[in-house]
């Protein structure tokens, strides 16, 4: 047997008095990893582990679903990936970059690459599901594989050789914090009932990991960044740099993450403590990695207009306050800090290699999570997402299962198990109060009405010229540019160049009859929602317009040039 979470040689570096300590870690087969994923049970125990998520799902397929159609998607983000994935195969040949699909102009340069969209686009290109299944299968899969790369680094840290160390796995997928607990406090105190007011968008940032695996993107970054932080614990370093390169290609902001931590743990380990057993290839690798990934998504694409204009919407103040991170990480700083409540255990805990990764694990992300107090804030919050939750768990993880362990001992005793039970249940009552919401909660993702769905399918069909839809109803321009090969003037709020502008001009056009010059030289075609008031068709007739199509919700004029 050997210790692969360890570094070679590891105790002859330490104070002997230590050494006992960390030779008293968990001690795993030499591929743990490997005996791990081959094994069925463990495989089921993920599946279980990932059912969870699927409740928003089924919410959005049979609650309150009465005369709309559902599409899959649950959020208003999701459905840009589908659109994403098209591009790869937007004039009918692959490539392997795409553009912009929220640009209006058909010739928006192909600077993109995502591995989850192009997963997404061989899918959609090799099976007849739709582009919503396609999304959600794709998603449960990387949440099973997620929570089996949880399983490996949990039994790595601490190790499962019980069933409390299981108990403490399941707290872990699906732990929380507070946020419901002072969010229904806050309730009580002022007579105004919000359990979500202190979880940053009613949750949807997902503070905690478990909350991520809702999310299909999520999961699938979450899998490459856990088998990252697995192959370095691990000393597997060429493996950890691959998957932090695959994660530099996924996210921007994950990315960006990802290889701070890797760069300041190994500063951490090879200059501050002179410790050689990280290499320092790898050390050089994370370093150019860093630099390729500024290069790329802060000089390369800054290059571009249109991609410059997103940035620019994207540099939001989304911060993470003082009520959101206290209740969200209270639970998990708690078990960690009492893990080094004085010097002798500081010493213990920081003489085992992985709890170092861990610590710049958290202080980095937190730093990230918290970059509004040095420099202008560019979304904060896409920092969290479990990232700051995840190692402040895991380093006091073995606190919490000792705690329960003593409590389950003989003799054992009522009050005791109580006591366990309830600790339990708290750790879990965010993420149960929050997928329980979607039981009784009306904003069940995005549907589509009968004649929403009709148009939709007609403008599939019949814009085989390179169309524009100028639609005055926004999810018409969306959902144009996700289910057909279409463009929209305006689709996604965040991801369409100008869109402030571009909805201006659209208001202008419905309300003042006004044709921008762009449009001249372009076929079009023009959407009004009917059941906003009559429409006047002598002006859409003296434009060129000829009317197409009609239903009891929409009108579509077709303009040629």
């Not at 994923?37 to 699927?54: E, N, Q, S």
């Not at 098209?86 to 209006?104: A, E, I, K, Q, V």
């Not at 928006?108 to 591995?115: E, G, K, L, N, V």
């Not at 321009?477 to 502008?501: C, D, E, F, I, K």
Request: net charge positive; glycine share 8%; proline share 6%.
């Amino acid at each position: 047997m050997s210790q692969p979470s360890l570094e070679p040689n590891a105790t002859k570096l330490i104070d002997p008095k230590l050494q006992a300590v960390v030779q008293s870690a968990p001690v795993h087969e030499k591929d743990c990893s490997r005996s791990v994923m081959g094994r069925p049970g463990y495989w089921l125990v993920c599946f279980v582990l990932a059912l969870p998520a699927t409740v928003p799902y089924f919410a959005h397929y049979l609650i309150g679903a009465r005369g709309l159609v559902p599409t899959g998607f649950i959020q208003y983000d999701m459905p840009y990936y589908t659109a994403l994935a098209h591009g790869y195969f937007s004039d009918g040949h692959f490539h392997l970059t795409y553009g912009n699909p929220f640009s209006p102009a058909y010739s928006t340069p192909r600077i993109y690459f995502q591995p989850f969209t192009l997963i997404l686009a061989v899918l959609s290109c090799c099976t007849t599901l739709s582009g919503g299944v396609i999304f959600m299968l794709v998603g449960f899969v990387a949440a099973v594989l997620c929570i089996m790369l949880a399983l490996i680094l949990y039994r790595d840290v601490v190790g499962l050789t019980g069933p409390i160390d299981w108990i403490g796995l399941v707290v872990f997928v699906w732990g929380g914090g507070l946020l419901v607990v002072a969010g229904l406090t806050y309730s009580m105190l002022t007579h105004r009932f919000n359990a979500f007011r202190f979880d940053p968008a009613g949750g949807w940032w997902c503070l905690n990991l478990g909350r991520n695996f809702v999310y299909p993107t999520e999961a699938f970054y979450h899998a490459l960044f856990l088998a990252c932080i697995i192959f370095a614990v691990r000393g597997r370093y060429f493996l950890s740099a691959l998957f932090a390169f695959l994660v530099s290609l996924s996210h921007p902001f994950t990315g960006l993450e990802l290889l701070c931590i890797l760069c300041a743990w190994c500063s951490l380990e090879l200059v501050i403590l002179r410790r050689k057993q990280v290499p320092l290839a790898f050390f050089l690798g994370c370093c150019a990695l860093l630099l390729l990934h500024g290069a790329y998504y802060w000089f390369f694409l800054g290059l571009f207009p249109e991609h410059r204009s997103l940035v620019g919407q994207w540099t939001l103040s989304w911060l993470l306050r003082f009520w959101n991170y206290i209740p969200a990480y209270a639970l998990v700083a708690f078990f960690a800090v009492w893990r080094v409540r004085n010097l002798a255990l500081a010493k213990r805990f920081f003489a085992v290699p992985h709890n170092r990764l861990l610590t710049v694990w958290f202080a980095t992300a937190f730093a990230l999570a918290k970059h509004d107090l040095f420099i202008r804030p560019i979304q904060p919050l896409h920092f969290t997402r479990g990232y700051i939750w995840m190692p402040l768990f895991l380093m006091g993880a073995p606190a919490l299962v000792s705690f329960l362990k003593k409590l389950c001992s003989p003799p054992v005793r009522l009050g005791h198990l109580a006591c366990g039970v309830a600790i339990i249940g708290l750790f879990l009552f965010d993420n149960a109060a929050w997928l329980g919401s979607f039981l009784v909660r009306h904003d069940q993702g995005i549907r589509l009405t009968y004649d929403q769905t009709q148009l939709i399918s007609w403008m599939g069909q019949a814009g085989d010229d390179k169309y524009l839809v100028v639609a005055q109803d926004p999810l018409i321009g969306y959902m144009a540019v996700v289910y057909t090969p279409l463009r929209a003037w305006r689709s996604h709020v965040w991801n369409t160049p100008q869109s402030s502008l571009r909805q201006r001009e659209l208001d202008s056009l419905y309300l003042d009859h006004g044709f921008l010059p762009e449009w001249k030289g372009r076929p079009l075609f023009v959407v009004f929602d009917v059941t906003h008031g009559t429409i006047d068709e002598r002006w859409m007739i003296m434009a060129g317009g000829k009317q197409v199509f009609s239903n009891n919700s929409f009108d579509v004029f077709r303009i040629r040039p």
